[in-house]
């Protein structure tokens, strides 16, 4: 069934080994301020900062900075973008890096210039947009998180130790353009490379977990996953093989751009634990993904079994025969979980830093909803407990 | 391997039950005066005229009325679409009804100010487009052709005897919105529906039919074609079946908005055999595909043999036990046309009304291309004699 839905996604995706070629063109659609934003030294060491600052200043940009934006971006740095918005009349937020960055400066163009506690108004009580929101584009150095086409603004309020989401309306915040080259994401070192692939395993199954009648989204989730599996296996053996990173990239787009998503009612608690993980110990947001997904699925798939057993059968290949549907379920999350082996991801919340006293923190602080299962407090304390 | 591409798709989706509810918000973009373009008198019989004037008078809209649009629509149907535009100082376009009614309103909108050949320059010479373009909208009454979210044109020149088609440059000939009732094409007589499923059927063929390397587009087009197998069956037994009958709509808009077909050379010779027997017969456009696909795949499955063989064990489930690669692909390309006897489309040209003196003239006047083998009129004629 296709439920009732309303779609736009107006970004241009300019995609492949010349895709930065377009960055002159698309910045003639801009005034002259620019606010470029990135993270910590990469796109300075690669290179790619000094070509673009050069595409910049052929144009004739006068561009004000904000770098060191951290894997997780902080509210703190959110605020200090909106402030050089403001003051540097910003016509176009660039940012250069991955989603985190993209995250963050759809952050910076929402709360420019609101003009109260936009914590609270975005992201705490997710309301909507009333004022003036400042464009924003991409030039893209790691896949994973789709921010590149689509509206989602993840941030960590340090002081309040939350970490939460927001999908700002489509189209508004979707990007006005992305550019993304599979060779940007060839020096991401190995362990971010597998947290974005996970990222965007995680973000195919939060979709696809729900509903339990014939949807053609589904057979499109089920297809990015298949992708995402064989193109993950030559990437693990060689970095550099465009073939396997192209169709990374292009599959983490494709896997939250929304467009497969369209009529699902999806599950996404497997974020709504991870982000509360992130919150206590900032462990990259794949890596805490993956640490959470089998013990959760484990932990609700009684609730959709007819699902799981597709999963099992269409994704990981499982027979099934002489299997009862239960056994045919959780060999297809078994076999996830000897994924995430593959891909080398650590497999409990003690190897990225979590304590045995945060995990009650971790459970009461996590937004509770939920696909099949409805989750409480005791449920998310219930899956941390088994993959501690 | 995803090869480089740029695309953007700004078209706004309203779908479902209550999708006909966003045509007012929608009309408040716009301004007054609006051509209504639809097709001979089905709109009027199922009430949906009488709704959408309604709605358009409501709304203090100025209508002029463009109606008997053929289901090939026909240049002079465009040429008169035009004078209209230009004599009412259209500020919107809308079409009511299938992808030919949409596809008419995509030509008048590049040809009202064209100061010259239309045909010629368009059509023919595949010119770009330097002129004031009108804004498309659409309401869809049959699924199919996914014009609603794409930029295609197929236009019949009666005098000339030739049935062409444009792809016009995204995003500027996508559609501003398109309304997608799945409940609208309940009432399409069950020969356009199955012509229509096929079209769509064919458009995800011939996207997936080149290249022989691992990418992700494939996947993607694989889903959709399974996802259509699935629901067509259904909407077999009962055309009302709701959940058959969103996702058939669904699967039709997602199989050529071109964002599954990104990166992939694709092949097309089948839509272009299609449009020049569609030119000598007028046949439905799906069921001349139908009755091409067959013979045109088995002329040339030879030249990709390993995408025949995916496709076979991918799509129709052929085991391959035993089998060598040949005998595989042409068990898949078998099945194809079981499918088609399922749907209960003629499977010969004689049945639409082709005469054996048309073939070398549909033959000769056949574009020429093609995915794995490069095809002549030599080609086109022998697949023509084989399913004559």
Partial sequence: MIYDFTYQNPTRIHFGKTALE??????KNFGSNILLVYGKNSIKATGLYDKIMGILNECGKKVTELAGINSNPRYSQVMAGAKLVRENNIDLILAVGGGSVV????????AAYYEGDAWKHYWEEQCPIENKIVPVASVLTMAGT????????????????????????????????????????????????????????????????????DCTSDYLLEAVMLSLINASRKALVNQHDYEARSNIMWCATMGLNKILALS????????????????????????????????????????????FVRYAKNIWK?????????????????????????????????????????????????????????????????VLKECF
Avoid at 22 to 27: D, T
Avoid at 202 to 209: A, D, G, I
């Fill in 318 to 382: 499982v027979d099934g025969t002489g299997m009862s549907d239960e056994q045919i379920a959780l060999e297809g999350i078994n076999r996830l979980e000897a994924f995430i082996a593959e891909l080398g991801i650590p497999q409990t919340l003690r190897e990225v830093g979590t304590t045995e006293e945060m995990l009650p923190l971790i459970a009461k602080s996590t937004v509770k909803g939920g696909g099949y299962k409805k989750m409480d407090s005791e449920d998310v304390l219930a």
């Fill in 146 to 213: 789709a921010s590149e086409m689509n509206t989602g603004s993840v941030i960590t309020n340090e002081e309040k130790m939350l970490k939460l989401g927001r999908v700002f309306p489509f189209p508004e915040l979707c990007p006005k353009f992305s550019i993304l080259n599979p060779e940007l994401t060839y020096t991401v070192p190995k362990i971010q490379m597998v947290s974005g692939i996970f990222d965007t395993f995680s973000h195919l199954m939060e979709q696809y977990f729900s509903g339990d009648d």
């Fill in 103 to 110: 995250d963050c400066s759809k952050g910076i163009a929402a």
């Fill in 264 to 307: 699902k009612t999806q599950d996404w608690e497997v974020h709504m634990i991870e982000h509360q993980i992130g919150a206590y110990t900032d462990c990259p947001h794949g890596v805490g993904l993956a640490i959470v997904s089998p013990a959760y699925y484990r932990y609700i798939y009684r609730y959709g079994l007819p699902k």
């Fill in 22 to 27: 377009h960055l002159s063109e698309e910045l």
